[in-house]
């Protein structure tokens, strides 16, 4: 599990987008997460490796929908040359 070096509080979103970005280097990564900010789609989209985020509603969690496109997403990554 990542854990962030950072203590959450009630007014604040806990920053975790270096710790993710330390963590998958410069893999392929998919990133599921109800509370991604702008920092996170930002660094998504600026690199070169493959990246998919998914952001659940917090009231419904991992449905369906996400569980395909995360197969997909690794499906594609499988046939890559």
């Known amino acids: 599990f ?7 509080t009630l007014d604040r979103q806990l920053p975790k987008t270096s710790d993710v970005a330390r963590l998958v280097n410069d893999r392929p990564a998919a990133w599921v997460d109800d509370d991604l900010d702008d ?8 690199r ?3 990246t998919l985020l998914i952001q659940p509603d917090p009231a419904a969690g991992l449905v369906a929908a996400h569980v395909t496109e995360l197969l ?3 499906a594609a990554l499988a046939t890559r040359s």
């Open 2 to 8: 990542l854990r962030s070096q950072n203590e959450p």
């Open 39 to 46: 920092e996170a789609s930002n660094w998504a989209h600026t």
């Open 48 to 50: 070169p490796e493959p």
């Open 72 to 74: 997909s997403f690794a």
